[in-house]
Protein backbone atom coordinates (compact mmCIF):
# COMPACT_ATOMS: atom_id res chain seq x y z
CA UNK A 1 0.00 0.00 0.00
CA UNK A 2 1.31 3.47 -1.27
CA UNK A 3 0.66 6.69 0.00
CA UNK A 4 0.90 9.83 -2.82
CA UNK A 5 1.43 13.57 -1.68
CA UNK A 6 0.31 16.32 -4.38
CA UNK A 7 1.29 19.70 -4.11
CA UNK A 8 2.30 21.39 -6.84
CA UNK A 9 -0.01 24.24 -7.18
CA UNK A 10 -3.11 25.06 -5.38
CA UNK A 11 -4.25 21.78 -4.69
CA UNK A 12 -3.10 20.03 -1.75
CA UNK A 13 -3.85 16.22 -2.52
CA UNK A 14 -3.41 12.73 -0.78
CA UNK A 15 -4.14 9.49 -2.10
CA UNK A 16 -3.60 5.77 -1.44
CA UNK A 17 -3.44 3.07 -3.73
CA UNK A 18 -3.15 -0.78 -3.04
CA UNK A 19 -2.48 -2.62 -6.69
CA UNK A 20 -3.72 -0.44 -8.56
CA UNK A 21 -6.57 -0.04 -6.43
CA UNK A 22 -7.14 3.38 -5.50
CA UNK A 23 -8.18 3.40 -1.45
CA UNK A 24 -8.52 7.17 -1.05
CA UNK A 25 -8.29 10.35 -2.62
CA UNK A 26 -8.68 13.23 -0.39
CA UNK A 27 -8.13 17.09 -1.12
CA UNK A 28 -8.29 20.29 0.26
CA UNK A 29 -7.75 23.60 -2.44
CA UNK A 30 -6.84 26.91 -1.82
CA UNK A 31 -9.19 29.04 -2.44
CA UNK A 32 -7.59 31.30 -5.23
CA UNK A 33 -10.37 34.06 -5.21
CA UNK A 34 -8.79 34.74 -1.51
CA UNK A 35 -5.75 36.62 -2.97
CA UNK A 36 -4.65 35.15 -5.43
CA UNK A 37 -1.66 32.57 -6.60
CA UNK A 38 0.53 34.13 -3.95
CA UNK A 39 3.14 30.78 -3.44
CA UNK A 40 4.33 31.88 -0.21
CA UNK A 41 0.30 31.86 1.02
CA UNK A 42 -0.19 28.68 -0.88
CA UNK A 43 2.37 26.78 0.42
CA UNK A 44 1.58 27.98 4.11
CA UNK A 45 -2.00 26.80 3.46
CA UNK A 46 -0.46 23.33 2.43
CA UNK A 47 1.95 23.31 4.99
CA UNK A 48 -1.51 23.76 7.68
CA UNK A 49 -3.59 21.44 6.00
CA UNK A 50 -0.95 18.60 4.94
CA UNK A 51 -1.24 16.56 7.89
CA UNK A 52 -5.09 16.98 8.24
CA UNK A 53 -5.22 15.40 4.84
CA UNK A 54 -3.13 12.41 5.00
CA UNK A 55 -5.26 11.70 8.32
CA UNK A 56 -8.69 11.67 6.25
CA UNK A 57 -7.16 9.39 3.58
CA UNK A 58 -6.53 7.19 6.19
CA UNK A 59 -9.70 7.13 7.34
CA UNK A 60 -11.35 6.81 4.24
CA UNK A 61 -9.05 4.19 2.87
CA UNK A 62 -9.85 2.36 6.32
CA UNK A 63 -6.40 1.54 6.75
CA UNK A 64 -4.02 2.29 9.59
CA UNK A 65 -0.81 3.90 8.92
CA UNK A 66 1.87 1.29 9.73
CA UNK A 67 -0.07 -0.80 6.95
CA UNK A 68 1.99 1.83 4.56
CA UNK A 69 4.91 0.19 2.17
CA UNK A 70 6.11 3.10 0.49
CA UNK A 71 5.75 6.81 0.19
CA UNK A 72 5.53 8.79 -3.26
CA UNK A 73 5.32 12.90 -3.52
CA UNK A 74 5.56 15.52 -6.37
CA UNK A 75 9.21 16.39 -7.25
CA UNK A 76 7.98 18.82 -10.16
CA UNK A 77 7.04 20.75 -12.15
CA UNK A 78 5.35 23.29 -10.26
CA UNK A 79 5.55 26.18 -7.82
CA UNK A 80 8.82 25.94 -5.62
CA UNK A 81 7.16 26.29 -1.82
CA UNK A 82 4.30 24.28 -2.59
CA UNK A 83 6.44 21.38 -3.97
CA UNK A 84 8.75 21.87 -0.67
CA UNK A 85 5.82 21.20 1.18
CA UNK A 86 4.70 17.82 0.12
CA UNK A 87 8.29 16.82 0.07
CA UNK A 88 9.40 17.36 3.60
CA UNK A 89 5.82 15.49 4.54
CA UNK A 90 7.03 12.81 2.58
CA UNK A 91 10.45 12.89 3.85
CA UNK A 92 9.13 12.96 7.33
CA UNK A 93 6.95 10.11 7.05
CA UNK A 94 9.28 8.25 4.78
CA UNK A 95 12.07 8.89 7.86
CA UNK A 96 9.28 7.70 11.01
CA UNK A 97 7.52 5.01 9.45
CA UNK A 98 11.29 3.79 7.85
CA UNK A 99 9.54 3.50 4.61
CA UNK A 100 11.28 3.77 0.87
CA UNK A 101 10.31 7.35 -0.66
CA UNK A 102 9.40 8.12 -4.30
CA UNK A 103 9.68 11.21 -5.94
CA UNK A 104 7.16 11.17 -9.02
CA UNK A 105 6.85 13.79 -12.03
CA UNK A 106 3.10 15.37 -11.76
CA UNK A 107 2.74 15.37 -15.81
CA UNK A 108 3.35 11.59 -15.94
CA UNK A 109 1.24 10.95 -12.95
CA UNK A 110 -1.80 12.55 -14.74
CA UNK A 111 -1.27 10.78 -17.50
CA UNK A 112 -0.48 7.14 -16.13
CA UNK A 113 -4.08 7.35 -13.79
CA UNK A 114 -6.04 8.18 -17.25
CA UNK A 115 -3.97 5.01 -18.83
CA UNK A 116 -4.38 2.79 -16.13
CA UNK A 117 -8.29 3.25 -15.57
CA UNK A 118 -8.75 3.25 -19.26
CA UNK A 119 -6.93 -0.37 -19.14
CA UNK A 120 -4.78 1.20 -22.35
CA UNK A 121 -1.28 -0.67 -23.22
CA UNK A 122 0.43 2.52 -25.47
CA UNK A 123 -1.57 4.75 -25.40
CA UNK A 124 -0.39 8.47 -27.55
CA UNK A 125 -1.11 11.43 -24.73
CA UNK A 126 -2.65 15.16 -24.99
CA UNK A 127 -1.37 16.38 -21.75
CA UNK A 128 -3.20 20.02 -21.00
CA UNK A 129 -2.83 21.85 -17.95
CA UNK A 130 -2.20 25.23 -16.92
CA UNK A 131 1.60 25.91 -17.66
CA UNK A 132 1.53 22.76 -20.15
CA UNK A 133 0.59 21.32 -23.02
CA UNK A 134 2.34 18.48 -24.88
CA UNK A 135 1.53 15.67 -27.08
CA UNK A 136 3.55 12.54 -25.50
CA UNK A 137 3.99 8.54 -26.02
CA UNK A 138 6.19 5.95 -24.36
CA UNK A 139 9.59 5.73 -26.66
CA UNK A 140 11.76 2.92 -25.73
CA UNK A 141 14.82 4.88 -27.37
CA UNK A 142 17.42 5.33 -26.03
CA UNK A 143 15.68 4.38 -22.61
CA UNK A 144 11.95 4.01 -21.73
CA UNK A 145 10.75 7.28 -21.32
CA UNK A 146 8.01 9.49 -22.45
CA UNK A 147 8.32 11.65 -25.86
CA UNK A 148 7.37 14.96 -26.31
CA UNK A 149 5.99 14.76 -30.15
CA UNK A 150 4.32 18.35 -29.99
CA UNK A 151 3.78 21.01 -27.31
CA UNK A 152 3.56 24.67 -27.08
CA UNK A 153 6.16 26.51 -27.90
CA UNK A 154 5.09 29.69 -25.98
CA UNK A 155 2.39 29.24 -22.92
CA UNK A 156 0.04 26.78 -21.50
CA UNK A 157 -3.61 26.26 -23.04
CA UNK A 158 -4.97 26.39 -19.13
CA UNK A 159 -3.11 29.67 -18.02
CA UNK A 160 -4.09 31.33 -21.82
CA UNK A 161 -7.85 30.99 -20.90
CA UNK A 162 -7.15 32.13 -17.24
CA UNK A 163 -5.69 35.07 -18.75
CA UNK A 164 -7.78 35.58 -21.39
CA UNK A 165 -10.66 35.25 -18.47
CA UNK A 166 -8.84 37.75 -16.16
CA UNK A 167 -8.87 40.42 -19.21
CA UNK A 168 -12.63 40.20 -19.94
CA UNK A 169 -13.10 40.57 -15.46
CA UNK A 170 -15.09 36.76 -15.67
CA UNK A 171 -15.22 35.54 -12.23
CA UNK A 172 -13.93 33.09 -11.27
CA UNK A 173 -11.16 33.62 -13.71
CA UNK A 174 -10.53 30.15 -15.22
CA UNK A 175 -11.43 27.88 -18.43
CA UNK A 176 -14.29 26.20 -17.21
CA UNK A 177 -15.87 30.13 -16.97
CA UNK A 178 -14.79 30.40 -20.46
CA UNK A 179 -16.66 27.86 -21.52
CA UNK A 180 -19.85 28.86 -19.74
CA UNK A 181 -19.52 32.21 -21.52
CA UNK A 182 -18.91 30.71 -24.69
CA UNK A 183 -21.97 28.39 -25.02
CA UNK A 184 -24.55 30.64 -27.54
CA UNK A 185 -20.95 32.61 -29.13
CA UNK A 186 -21.06 32.74 -32.72
CA UNK A 187 -17.56 32.03 -34.42
CA UNK A 188 -15.09 34.95 -35.15
CA UNK A 189 -12.01 34.53 -37.28
CA UNK A 190 -8.88 34.21 -34.81
CA UNK A 191 -5.22 33.78 -35.87
CA UNK A 192 -4.42 29.58 -35.76
CA UNK A 193 -0.94 28.93 -35.00
CA UNK A 194 -0.21 24.99 -35.40
CA UNK A 195 3.24 23.66 -36.62
CA UNK A 196 3.35 20.41 -37.76
CA UNK A 197 3.01 18.67 -33.74
CA UNK A 198 4.04 21.90 -32.08
CA UNK A 199 1.66 25.04 -31.23
CA UNK A 200 1.40 28.67 -30.12
CA UNK A 201 -1.19 30.54 -28.17
CA UNK A 202 0.11 33.79 -27.38
CA UNK A 203 -1.32 35.54 -30.95
CA UNK A 204 -4.74 34.16 -30.05
CA UNK A 205 -4.84 35.43 -26.80
CA UNK A 206 -3.41 38.72 -27.28
CA UNK A 207 -5.88 39.06 -30.68
CA UNK A 208 -9.06 37.54 -28.34
CA UNK A 209 -8.06 40.50 -25.56
CA UNK A 210 -7.78 43.21 -28.19
CA UNK A 211 -11.35 42.22 -29.31
CA UNK A 212 -12.92 42.93 -26.25
CA UNK A 213 -13.32 46.55 -27.12
CA UNK A 214 -15.42 45.94 -30.15
CA UNK A 215 -17.16 42.13 -29.61
CA UNK A 216 -19.60 40.60 -27.54
CA UNK A 217 -17.80 38.26 -24.78
CA UNK A 218 -19.57 35.20 -25.91
CA UNK A 219 -18.42 35.53 -29.33
CA UNK A 220 -14.97 35.89 -28.20
CA UNK A 221 -14.71 32.97 -25.96
CA UNK A 222 -16.63 30.99 -28.26
CA UNK A 223 -13.94 31.85 -30.80
CA UNK A 224 -10.87 31.51 -28.44
CA UNK A 225 -12.36 28.39 -27.15
CA UNK A 226 -12.81 26.56 -30.88
CA UNK A 227 -9.82 27.65 -32.04
CA UNK A 228 -7.53 26.06 -29.21
CA UNK A 229 -8.98 22.87 -28.61
CA UNK A 230 -9.26 22.72 -32.62
CA UNK A 231 -5.33 23.00 -32.66
CA UNK A 232 -4.98 20.64 -29.84
CA UNK A 233 -7.03 18.04 -31.40
CA UNK A 234 -5.10 18.65 -34.75
CA UNK A 235 -1.69 18.13 -33.96
CA UNK A 236 -3.10 14.96 -31.57
CA UNK A 237 -4.19 13.98 -34.59
CA UNK A 238 -1.10 14.20 -36.75
CA UNK A 239 0.88 12.56 -33.96
CA UNK A 240 -1.89 9.49 -33.90
CA UNK A 241 -0.93 9.18 -37.56
CA UNK A 242 3.05 9.25 -37.64
CA UNK A 243 3.14 7.12 -34.47
CA UNK A 244 0.56 4.44 -35.56
CA UNK A 245 -0.78 4.34 -32.32
CA UNK A 246 -4.08 3.46 -31.58
CA UNK A 247 -5.35 4.34 -28.38
CA UNK A 248 -5.39 8.22 -26.89
CA UNK A 249 -5.68 9.39 -23.54
CA UNK A 250 -6.16 13.03 -22.14
CA UNK A 251 -5.54 14.08 -18.69
CA UNK A 252 -4.49 17.16 -17.01
CA UNK A 253 -6.35 20.31 -15.89
CA UNK A 254 -7.84 21.20 -19.03
CA UNK A 255 -9.29 17.63 -19.33
CA UNK A 256 -12.15 18.65 -17.68
CA UNK A 257 -13.60 20.65 -20.83
CA UNK A 258 -16.12 18.90 -22.46
CA UNK A 259 -16.00 20.59 -25.63
CA UNK A 260 -12.35 19.64 -25.81
CA UNK A 261 -13.18 16.16 -25.15
CA UNK A 262 -16.11 15.53 -27.22
CA UNK A 263 -13.82 17.24 -30.12
CA UNK A 264 -11.05 14.51 -28.89
CA UNK A 265 -14.10 11.96 -29.39
CA UNK A 266 -14.98 13.13 -33.26
CA UNK A 267 -11.39 12.66 -34.00
CA UNK A 268 -10.77 9.29 -32.69
CA UNK A 269 -13.98 7.67 -33.74
CA UNK A 270 -12.91 9.03 -37.46
CA UNK A 271 -9.70 6.74 -37.34
CA UNK A 272 -10.87 4.09 -35.45
CA UNK A 273 -8.89 4.84 -32.10
CA UNK A 274 -10.29 4.20 -28.96
CA UNK A 275 -10.21 6.81 -26.63
CA UNK A 276 -9.92 7.97 -23.02
CA UNK A 277 -10.65 10.57 -20.24
CA UNK A 278 -10.54 9.94 -16.99
CA UNK A 279 -13.37 11.25 -13.97
CA UNK A 280 -12.27 15.05 -13.17
CA UNK A 281 -11.51 13.74 -10.17
CA UNK A 282 -8.30 12.75 -11.65
CA UNK A 283 -7.90 15.46 -14.30
CA UNK A 284 -7.24 18.14 -11.31
CA UNK A 285 -4.45 17.63 -9.56
CA UNK A 286 -4.75 14.67 -6.91
CA UNK A 287 -2.78 12.47 -4.38
CA UNK A 288 -3.99 9.20 -6.16
CA UNK A 289 -2.22 9.81 -8.97
CA UNK A 290 1.26 10.08 -7.22
CA UNK A 291 0.44 6.71 -4.94
CA UNK A 292 -0.41 4.95 -8.25
CA UNK A 293 3.34 5.72 -10.40
CA UNK A 294 5.10 5.34 -6.51
CA UNK A 295 3.66 2.32 -6.39
CA UNK A 296 4.84 1.36 -10.01
CA UNK A 297 8.13 2.88 -8.93
CA UNK A 298 8.01 0.32 -5.76
CA UNK A 299 6.95 -2.62 -7.67
CA UNK A 300 9.82 -1.80 -10.32
CA UNK A 301 12.28 -2.54 -7.26
CA UNK A 302 13.61 0.81 -8.18
CA UNK A 303 15.17 3.06 -5.51
CA UNK A 304 16.06 6.86 -5.20
CA UNK A 305 19.44 8.08 -3.17
CA UNK A 306 19.35 11.47 -2.00
CA UNK A 307 20.68 13.58 -4.50
CA UNK A 308 17.03 11.50 -6.44
CA UNK A 309 15.15 13.31 -3.73
CA UNK A 310 14.53 16.95 -3.96
CA UNK A 311 12.38 19.12 -6.27
CA UNK A 312 12.52 20.44 -9.48
CA UNK A 313 10.35 23.29 -10.48
CA UNK A 314 10.77 22.46 -14.18
CA UNK A 315 11.02 18.82 -14.22
CA UNK A 316 10.60 18.17 -17.88
CA UNK A 317 8.61 14.86 -18.52
CA UNK A 318 10.88 13.67 -21.27
CA UNK A 319 13.83 13.80 -18.33
CA UNK A 320 12.60 11.11 -16.29
CA UNK A 321 13.37 7.30 -17.13
CA UNK A 322 10.14 5.36 -16.95
CA UNK A 323 11.08 1.88 -14.79
CA UNK A 324 8.11 0.36 -14.52
CA UNK B 1 -15.75 7.64 -66.80
CA UNK B 2 -12.84 8.41 -65.40
CA UNK B 3 -11.30 5.95 -62.69
CA UNK B 4 -10.50 6.88 -59.30
CA UNK B 5 -7.77 5.32 -57.25
CA UNK B 6 -7.37 6.66 -53.40
CA UNK B 7 -3.73 5.62 -52.64
CA UNK B 8 -2.91 7.72 -49.26
CA UNK B 9 -5.13 8.80 -46.57
CA UNK B 10 -2.99 11.49 -44.70
CA UNK B 11 -3.90 13.18 -41.36
CA UNK B 12 -5.78 15.80 -43.04
CA UNK B 13 -5.46 14.85 -47.16
CA UNK B 14 -6.33 12.02 -49.57
CA UNK B 15 -4.20 11.07 -52.68
CA UNK B 16 -5.95 10.09 -55.17
CA UNK B 17 -4.55 9.09 -58.83
CA UNK B 18 -6.54 9.77 -61.56
CA UNK B 19 -6.30 8.93 -65.32
CA UNK B 20 -7.40 11.78 -67.22
CA UNK B 21 -7.09 10.84 -71.29
CA UNK B 22 -4.02 8.90 -70.92
CA UNK B 23 -2.08 10.82 -68.33
CA UNK B 24 -1.67 10.18 -64.49
CA UNK B 25 -2.61 12.74 -62.47
CA UNK B 26 -2.44 13.29 -58.13
CA UNK B 27 -5.02 14.67 -56.93
CA UNK B 28 -4.43 16.27 -53.19
CA UNK B 29 -7.49 16.21 -51.78
CA UNK B 30 -8.19 18.13 -47.86
CA UNK B 31 -10.85 16.15 -45.92
CA UNK B 32 -13.76 17.61 -43.86
CA UNK B 33 -12.77 17.02 -40.39
CA UNK B 34 -15.47 16.03 -38.64
CA UNK B 35 -14.22 17.79 -35.05
CA UNK B 36 -13.80 21.15 -36.61
CA UNK B 37 -17.06 24.08 -36.51
CA UNK B 38 -17.51 24.59 -40.64
CA UNK B 39 -16.22 28.05 -40.62
CA UNK B 40 -12.18 27.12 -39.21
CA UNK B 41 -12.46 23.66 -41.39
CA UNK B 42 -13.57 25.61 -44.74
CA UNK B 43 -11.12 27.88 -43.50
CA UNK B 44 -8.56 25.96 -42.75
CA UNK B 45 -8.25 23.92 -45.77
CA UNK B 46 -8.83 26.74 -48.20
CA UNK B 47 -5.79 28.51 -46.88
CA UNK B 48 -3.75 25.63 -46.41
CA UNK B 49 -5.02 24.21 -50.03
CA UNK B 50 -4.06 27.55 -51.73
CA UNK B 51 -0.46 27.94 -50.08
CA UNK B 52 0.64 24.55 -50.31
CA UNK B 53 0.11 25.45 -54.23
CA UNK B 54 2.08 28.53 -53.95
CA UNK B 55 4.90 27.12 -52.23
CA UNK B 56 5.31 24.28 -54.67
CA UNK B 57 5.00 26.57 -57.72
CA UNK B 58 7.71 28.44 -56.52
CA UNK B 59 10.13 25.29 -55.58
CA UNK B 60 9.47 24.30 -59.35
CA UNK B 61 9.88 27.65 -60.99
CA UNK B 62 12.98 27.70 -58.59
CA UNK B 63 14.70 24.64 -59.73
CA UNK B 64 13.32 22.39 -57.40
CA UNK B 65 12.29 18.85 -58.25
CA UNK B 66 8.68 18.53 -57.55
CA UNK B 67 5.61 18.14 -59.32
CA UNK B 68 3.67 21.08 -60.99
CA UNK B 69 0.32 22.30 -59.71
CA UNK B 70 -1.86 21.68 -62.84
CA UNK B 71 -4.92 23.00 -61.35
CA UNK B 72 -5.96 24.63 -57.90
CA UNK B 73 -9.46 24.16 -55.98
CA UNK B 74 -10.75 24.97 -52.71
CA UNK B 75 -10.03 21.36 -51.18
CA UNK B 76 -7.36 20.02 -54.10
CA UNK B 77 -4.40 20.37 -56.37
CA UNK B 78 -4.18 18.27 -59.33
CA UNK B 79 -0.34 17.73 -59.95
CA UNK B 80 1.80 15.68 -62.63
CA UNK B 81 2.08 11.82 -60.88
CA UNK B 82 5.71 11.09 -59.99
CA UNK B 83 5.92 7.42 -61.10
CA UNK B 84 8.77 5.94 -58.36
CA UNK B 85 8.99 4.91 -54.65
CA UNK B 86 9.50 6.35 -51.50
CA UNK B 87 12.48 6.85 -50.01
CA UNK B 88 11.54 5.73 -46.71
CA UNK B 89 10.73 2.71 -48.93
CA UNK B 90 13.79 2.28 -50.45
CA UNK B 91 16.11 4.04 -47.74
CA UNK B 92 18.39 0.55 -47.45
CA UNK B 93 18.51 -0.40 -50.95
CA UNK B 94 20.68 2.96 -52.75
CA UNK B 95 23.92 3.77 -52.29
CA UNK B 96 24.92 6.34 -49.87
CA UNK B 97 26.71 8.77 -52.00
CA UNK B 98 23.46 9.07 -53.91
CA UNK B 99 22.15 11.00 -50.48
CA UNK B 100 24.86 14.00 -51.84
CA UNK B 101 21.67 14.72 -54.18
CA UNK B 102 19.00 14.63 -51.32
CA UNK B 103 21.03 17.71 -50.06
CA UNK B 104 21.87 19.56 -52.51
CA UNK B 105 17.37 18.99 -53.02
CA UNK B 106 17.13 20.81 -49.97
CA UNK B 107 19.92 23.58 -50.94
CA UNK B 108 17.85 24.33 -53.76
CA UNK B 109 15.09 24.29 -51.32
CA UNK B 110 16.51 26.20 -48.84
CA UNK B 111 17.88 28.87 -51.68
CA UNK B 112 14.68 29.74 -52.79
CA UNK B 113 13.74 31.15 -49.46
CA UNK B 114 11.48 28.01 -48.66
CA UNK B 115 11.75 25.59 -45.50
CA UNK B 116 10.03 22.45 -45.68
CA UNK B 117 9.06 21.05 -42.70
CA UNK B 118 8.18 17.74 -43.10
CA UNK B 119 11.45 16.80 -44.67
CA UNK B 120 11.75 12.92 -44.58
CA UNK B 121 12.28 9.99 -46.46
CA UNK B 122 8.35 10.04 -46.74
CA UNK B 123 8.28 12.64 -48.50
CA UNK B 124 10.80 12.49 -50.82
CA UNK B 125 10.49 10.24 -54.22
CA UNK B 126 13.20 8.11 -55.96
CA UNK B 127 12.10 7.89 -59.78
CA UNK B 128 15.05 6.38 -62.06
CA UNK B 129 18.02 8.28 -60.18
CA UNK B 130 16.20 11.32 -59.41
CA UNK B 131 14.72 12.31 -56.20
CA UNK B 132 11.86 14.34 -55.80
CA UNK B 133 10.10 16.50 -53.14
CA UNK B 134 6.77 16.26 -52.87
CA UNK B 135 4.11 17.31 -50.02
CA UNK B 136 4.30 21.16 -49.21
CA UNK B 137 2.00 20.60 -47.23
CA UNK B 138 3.39 22.34 -44.07
CA UNK B 139 6.26 24.42 -45.97
CA UNK B 140 6.32 28.07 -45.19
CA UNK B 141 7.99 30.31 -46.70
CA UNK B 142 11.16 31.90 -44.45
CA UNK B 143 15.12 31.94 -44.62
CA UNK B 144 15.22 31.58 -40.80
CA UNK B 145 18.86 29.66 -39.79
CA UNK B 146 16.03 27.64 -37.27
CA UNK B 147 13.69 26.45 -39.22
CA UNK B 148 16.27 25.53 -42.19
CA UNK B 149 18.07 23.53 -39.75
CA UNK B 150 14.88 21.68 -38.33
CA UNK B 151 14.76 20.44 -42.16
CA UNK B 152 18.48 18.99 -41.49
CA UNK B 153 17.47 17.34 -37.67
CA UNK B 154 14.24 15.41 -39.26
CA UNK B 155 16.32 14.13 -41.96
CA UNK B 156 19.09 13.42 -39.71
CA UNK B 157 16.95 11.41 -37.17
CA UNK B 158 15.99 9.01 -40.26
CA UNK B 159 18.65 8.12 -41.94
CA UNK B 160 21.82 6.87 -40.51
CA UNK B 161 25.36 8.15 -40.43
CA UNK B 162 27.07 7.51 -43.17
CA UNK B 163 23.87 8.56 -45.09
CA UNK B 164 23.71 11.85 -43.25
CA UNK B 165 27.64 12.21 -44.13
CA UNK B 166 27.03 11.89 -48.03
CA UNK B 167 23.40 14.22 -47.11
CA UNK B 168 24.98 17.19 -45.16
CA UNK B 169 27.93 17.61 -47.98
CA UNK B 170 25.63 17.86 -50.95
CA UNK B 171 23.87 20.31 -48.78
CA UNK B 172 26.70 22.50 -47.99
CA UNK B 173 28.68 22.32 -51.35
CA UNK B 174 29.05 25.86 -52.69
CA UNK B 175 26.08 27.03 -50.07
CA UNK B 176 26.48 30.00 -48.37
CA UNK B 177 24.65 29.61 -45.61
CA UNK B 178 25.66 26.17 -44.56
CA UNK B 179 27.98 27.09 -41.67
CA UNK B 180 24.91 29.34 -40.24
CA UNK B 181 22.47 26.37 -40.81
CA UNK B 182 24.94 23.58 -39.50
CA UNK B 183 26.07 25.60 -36.31
CA UNK B 184 22.55 26.31 -35.33
CA UNK B 185 21.56 22.35 -35.89
CA UNK B 186 24.32 21.87 -33.47
CA UNK B 187 22.79 24.24 -31.06
CA UNK B 188 19.13 22.74 -31.21
CA UNK B 189 20.59 19.25 -30.68
CA UNK B 190 22.09 20.48 -27.50
CA UNK B 191 18.87 22.17 -26.31
CA UNK B 192 16.70 19.50 -26.86
CA UNK B 193 13.20 20.18 -26.54
CA UNK B 194 13.23 22.37 -23.86
CA UNK B 195 12.37 25.97 -23.33
CA UNK B 196 10.46 28.08 -20.75
CA UNK B 197 6.68 27.37 -21.02
CA UNK B 198 4.95 28.84 -18.26
CA UNK B 199 3.24 32.35 -17.67
CA UNK B 200 2.56 31.80 -13.94
CA UNK B 201 5.70 29.38 -12.62
CA UNK B 202 8.33 31.88 -13.52
N1 LIG C 1 2.93 13.97 -57.18
C1 LIG C 1 2.96 12.74 -56.64
N2 LIG C 1 3.40 11.70 -57.35
C2 LIG C 1 3.42 10.46 -56.85
N3 LIG C 1 3.01 10.14 -55.62
C3 LIG C 1 2.55 11.13 -54.84
C4 LIG C 1 2.50 12.48 -55.31
N4 LIG C 1 2.00 13.24 -54.31
C5 LIG C 1 1.74 12.41 -53.28
N5 LIG C 1 2.07 11.13 -53.57
C6 LIG C 1 1.95 9.95 -52.70
O1 LIG C 1 0.99 10.18 -51.68
C7 LIG C 1 1.57 10.16 -50.39
C8 LIG C 1 0.99 11.23 -49.50
O2 LIG C 1 1.12 12.52 -50.10
P1 LIG C 1 1.59 13.80 -49.27
O3 LIG C 1 1.54 14.97 -50.19
O4 LIG C 1 2.88 13.49 -48.62
O5 LIG C 1 0.41 13.96 -48.24
P2 LIG C 1 0.36 13.90 -46.64
O6 LIG C 1 0.25 15.33 -46.23
O7 LIG C 1 -0.85 13.12 -46.38
O8 LIG C 1 1.63 13.26 -46.15
C9 LIG C 1 3.06 10.34 -50.64
O9 LIG C 1 3.85 9.75 -49.65
C10 LIG C 1 3.24 9.68 -51.99
O10 LIG C 1 3.38 8.27 -51.85
MG1 LIG D 1 3.64 13.35 -46.69
Redesign the interface.
Known amino acids: MILGIESSAHTLGVGIVDNGKILANSKRMYDIKESG ?1 IPAKVADFHAENVYDVIESALESAKINIDELDGIGYTKG ?3 GPCLHVGQLAASYLSYKLKLPIYPVNHAIAHIEITKHLAGFKDPLALYVS ?3 SQVLGISNIPKKHYQ ?1 YG ?6 VG ?1 MLD ?1 FARAAKLVPAWGSTVAKVAEGGR ?1 I ?1 MP ?1 SV ?2 MDFTFTGLLTNAVRLLDSNKVSDIAFSLQ ?2 AF ?1 ML ?2 AT ?2 A ?3 TGKTELVLSGGVAQSNRLR ?3 M ?2 TK ?1 HGIKFYDADNQFNADNGAMIALVAEEMYNSGATFGKDKLGIN ?2 Y ?1 I ?1 KVEVLW | MVKFLKISEGSEANIYLQNILGTNIIIKYRRKKNYLIKEIDEDLRKHRTKKEAKIMSLAYSSGVDCPIPLIVSDYSIYMNYIKGNNLNKVLDKIKDVKFMQIGKLLYTLHKAGIVHNDFTPANIILKGTKFYLIDFGLAELSSNAEERAIDLLLMKRSINKRQYSHFIKGYSESNPFSKEVNDRLAIIEKRGRYQDRSLSLK
Open positions: MPGIGGNVETLDIGNNYKYKGETSTEERLMLSMLDMSQRRD
